[in-house]
């Protein structure tokens, strides 16, 4: 069964303080990992695709990575505006353009 | 630029009651999606419709019907409401074949 898992559920930084989030994945044929944005009572936010490993993706304090098994979203010197709820996803092989999302980590920064 | 707008943004329903949440897309995207997102368990894809004419069902359907009325609608209803199906719904678009999906605001539902 294809399956992602995101970790660790909610993380609290100061700011300044860089860290990483994990997803990690089992599927039968990956074709693009995904990482978006979702700030509280509002949908989630497209950031990165990544379709194969040893490939990397910037945008601002943010980069994705990506390997065989897992995506790291490396957050860099983190400002208080960075905090929301981050998921991850995956397109399958086989299947027609629809995503399977992680439950998501939950980022706050304080100032 | 609209994008992505669902209605209602808020309802509250009794159980059996039905509804129909609406969604409309103006970015000329053939694919179009719905979701529901529940606390620990992430988006799980309801129905989508990778182009127009066409609907298939995702991770969790039952309880629900959709409607692709034509390449910028994309209806969900709900025919007899549980409270199980008490959540956030929502709806989302892309060109198709890219996994860039642009979501709406999110509609909340409550059923009593």
């Known amino acids: 069964e294809d399956q992602v898992t995101q970790s660790p559920e909610a993380l609290r930084l100061q700011e300044g303080e860089s860290s990483s989030l994990n997803c990690s994945y089992t599927?039968?044929?990956?074709?693009?990992l995904f990482w978006y944005r979702q700030d509280p009572g509002k949908g989630p936010e497209f950031l990165f695709t990544?379709?194969?490993a040893g490939e990397e993706k910037e945008k601002e304090r943010l980069k994705a990575t990506l390997t065989k098994k897992e995506s790291f979203l490396h957050i860099t010197a983190p400002k208080p505006e960075d905090s929301a709820t981050y998921l991850c996803?995956?397109?399958?092989?086989?299947?027609?353009?629809?995503?399977?999302f992680g439950q998501g980590t939950t980022l706050q920064v304080k100032p | 630029n609209a994008g992505v707008t669902q209605t209602p943004k808020f309802q509250v329903l009794k159980t059996g009651q039905s509804m129909t949440l609406q969604c409309a897309q103006d970015?000329?995207?053939?694919?179009m999606y719905w979701y529901r997102q529940d606390p620990g368990m992430g988006l799980r894809l309801i129905y989508y419709?990778?182009?127009?004419?066409?609907?298939d069902k995702g991770e969790v359907p039952n309880g629900y019907n959709v409607s692709r009325l034509n390449k910028r609608e994309f209806s969900l209803r709900l025919e007899s409401a549980a409270p199980s199906q008490t959540s956030v719904y929502f709806c989302?678009?892309?060109?198709?074949?890219?996994?860039?999906?642009?979501f709406g605001e999110g509609s909340r539902l409550t059923v009593l």
């Open positions: 989302a678009s892309t060109i198709s074949g890219t996994g860039e999906l642009f």
């Open positions: 599927v039968s044929g990956l074709r693009g």
């Open positions: 990544l379709y194969s």
């Open positions: 996803a995956v397109r399958v092989s086989g299947n027609t353009g629809k995503l399977i």
């Open positions: 970015m000329n995207h053939n694919s």
């Open positions: 419709s990778a182009s127009e004419g066409t609907t």
